[in-house]
């Protein structure tokens, strides 16, 4: 596994050595998905109507996903950085029994909060989407109804029922959060969710809650290229070029605005897709799933 860093942000994964992934999704004729952990199910989803919603539920219990290594308190002290961490979680994806990674691109995005109930993403593009009511993440059932509407869901779906708030792992982290310590939780992005999967830190999260504040997070994401309309690059330049030449002019917001155009149209140009292996019968989903109404 090779990876780089982003301009702008973030952790390019290039993962090219053949590996089976041992967190992976199925997809079921019917619009239904099965997420697997070494040939465990830990999750089921089925589709209602016309993309009208989607009903989710994960196996009940408090036990890890165990996806990433525990953090001691120590290493929570020792890493400040955020790229550290995505290095952190690059490492522990790689030699996880329980990782999603497979041969192709990844990459890893920092989310940092955006008001009181939401986290977004430094990718320049804003991918792969924000996070929202992360405040109730742990307040669903573990079988539940994710309405889409005209936005989709771009929510958090937890792995595990959370821990009490007194719990000791809960506490402790909540020193950490305290400290501004507390390592950022770490997210992986499903597109047939439309929402993300929490990987790691269930407790941390419940611990940040518990503070009243959002924790920092790192989502892992599959980049795949499209091709899209662009500006010619001449007008582009020659427009920042007019814009440079006008500098002492324009205020700080209308500089951060031209760097982020000229970033823009310059970056590589993605979609955010996630892949799953094709099931043939949904009566092996069936079998398996708590799910059974979807009305």
Not at 193 to 211: F, Q, T
Not at 245 to 263: I, V
Request: glycine share 8%; with cysteine.
């Amino acid at each position: 596994m090779r990876w780089k860093d982003v301009e702008g942000g973030g952790l390019a994964i290039e993962v090219d050595a053949p590996r089976v992934p041992t967190l992976f999704l199925e997809s079921f004729p019917g619009w239904r998905i099965r997420l697997m952990r070494r040939g465990t199910p830990v999750l089921w989803a089925r589709m209602k109507g016309a993309a009208e919603g989607v009903w989710i539920a994960r196996a009940e219990g408090a036990a890890s996903p165990g996806v990433l290594p525990p953090i001691t308190a120590r290493e929570a002290r020792a890493t400040t950085r955020i790229e550290d961490w995505m290095r952190f979680v690059a490492r522990g994806l790689d030699e996880s029994a329980a990782s999603p990674l497979r041969v192709g691109p990844w990459q890893l995005t920092e989310l940092r909060s955006v008001g009181r109930d939401a986290l977004e993403p430094i990718d320049v593009h804003r991918r792969p989407s924000r996070a929202l009511d992360v405040r109730a993440v742990f307040d669903v059932a573990p079988v539940h109804y994710l309405r889409w509407g005209l936005n989709g869901a771009r929510t958090i779906v937890p792995l595990r029922t959370g821990s009490a708030i007194d719990a000791s792992r809960v506490k402790a982290w909540r020193k950490h959060v305290r400290d501004g310590t507390l390592p950022p939780i770490v997210l992986w992005w499903v597109s047939m969710l439309d929402a993300y999967v929490l990987l790691d830190g269930h407790d941390r999260l419940r611990a940040a809650l518990a503070e009243d504040v959002l924790p920092r997070a790192i989502a892992l994401w599959e980049p795949r290229g499209r091709a899209r309309w662009r500006m010619p690059e001449e007008d582009a330049v020659r427009g920042y070029e007019r814009a440079f030449r006008a500098e002492h002019r324009l205020s700080e917001n209308s500089r951060r605005t031209m760097t982020a155009f000229l970033l823009r149209h310059f970056a590589p140009d993605q979609d955010v897709a996630t892949t799953a292996r094709g099931r043939p019968s949904p009566e092996e989903w069936s079998a398996s799933s708590p799910i059974r109404s979807c009305g």
